[in-house]
């Protein structure tokens, strides 16, 4: 009999192919895709910003809502004002660069290589954060993440009672 690929789950679970899919790094207690690694570049060349990239709907579906409850704003106003929120997120978007350039492996796409530098979610050092789908895929893939930890315990549930793939 034969099994469902990871690519195809992923592709049912985004409703498109994914385009720089690398491999699954974070699956979810039934066994499914929950944050996927990204080449930082598409086939194509175009840089690809979200190395780890929440696929698991009811995930999605959690966070968007807190993004739509303003929760981008919020906790770009906890890091500004936390030290330890604010050393956690240097400390991510130095290994989000670190993973990237790993994952490159001497490719620099269509931008030179200048994506290759940047924080968790294609973010620059400083500011707002941009997508707080990307800073929980960050946690989930890199345990000890506490800026990403931090919104992951926000939600009201992190895992569905039944698998939503």
């Not at 670190?98 to 530098?117: C, F, K, N, V, Y």
Request: glycine share 10%; proline share 6%.
């Amino acid at each position: 009999m034969a099994t469902e690929s990871d690519r195809d789950v992923v592709a049912r679970q985004i409703g498109r192919t994914p385009r720089a899919f690398l491999r699954v790094a974070v699956r979810c207690p039934f066994g499914r895709p929950a944050v996927t690694e990204q080449s930082p570049y598409s086939p194509d060349g175009e840089p690809f910003p979200t190395t780890y990239y929440v696929t698991c709907r009811h995930l999605v579906a959690a966070i968007s809502r807190l993004e739509a409850a303003g929760g981008v704003e919020r906790w770009s106003d906890a890091v500004a004002r936390d030290e330890s929120l604010q050393a956690s997120r240097a400390e991510a978007d130095a290994a989000s660069a670190r993973i990237r350039t790993a994952l490159a492996a001497g490719e620099t796409g269509r931008d030179g290589g200048a994506s290759l530098s940047s924080g968790v979610g294609g973010a620059g050092r400083l500011g707002s954060l941009k997508c707080l789908h990307a800073h929980v895929g960050f946690a989930l893939a890199n345990p000890g993440y506490e800026l990403g930890e931090r919104i992951l315990e926000e939600l009201p549930q992190r895992w569905p009672d039944a698998c939503c793939s």
